[in-house]
């Protein structure tokens, strides 16, 4: 398992279940050309960009490649890692039949090439020695789901952490993970909390 401090950018669900075996990474998923019409996926993005980098993995079609094309000109600044994969032609084994271009995307590649494919880019495995404690429980229990005023709290919490404020509270777990632990998440949701009577 590679553990990764970028953001990974990948097209579909299916590539991200793929690469899930092999990455401990953030994964945003663009849902294809979904991303040209999502701005809080490409805010999100860009927050990675600025903050960790973001390495984007396309298949090697034209539709990748647009996709990719279009992420670079969106994220005017911070990192980027373009990662790709090889021209192999054939198809995955849940569709009938071969893309359009007939080659593989991400989630047909095999792993001795997709692993390669990181460590040509110059990709390196992050040290984090701690896995990621902030759950949809631990979200809850603190006020920022499912209660009157979470999403005020929510809203307060990214800005005084220099968020993004169209995150829901699925992106906002993410991203959360990545910054701190459950207790830091704690102690800055009481300090919200003190600085206002309204929540």
């Known amino acids: 398992m590679i553990r990764l401090k970028e953001a990974v950018i990948v097209e579909g669900k299916y590539d991200k279940i793929r690469l899930s075996s092999l990455i401990d990474a953030v994964m945003i998923v663009t849902n294809g050309f979904g991303i040209f019409k999502d701005r809080e996926k490409l805010e999100l993005i860009r927050y990675y960009a600025e903050k960790t980098g973001i390495i984007i993995l396309t298949d090697s079609d034209s539709a990748g490649r647009k996709i990719r094309s279009y992420i670079r000109s969106a994220v005017s600044s911070g990192k980027i890692i373009n990662v790709y994969i090889p021209d192999i032609f ?33 990709v390196t495995a992050d040290e984090r020695k701690t896995a990621p404690d902030i759950t949809k429980l631990t979200m809850f229990e603190l006020g920022l789901s499912g209660g ?31 910054m701190m632990n459950a207790e830091e998440l704690a102690e800055h949701t009481a300090a919200i909390k003190e600085e206002t009577d309204d929540i």
């Open 90 to 122: 054939g198809k995955e084994r849940r569709k009938d039949k071969p893309s359009s271009e007939g080659k593989l995307g991400v989630e047909g590649i095999s792993t001795d090439y997709l692993i390669e494919a990181f460590r040509k880019s110059g």
């Open 148 to 178: 009157k005023n979470s999403s005020e709290l929510r809203q307060r919490l990214q800005k005084r952490l220099g968020l993004p404020s169209l995150l829901s509270a699925g992106s906002l777990l993410e991203v959360l993970n990545t």
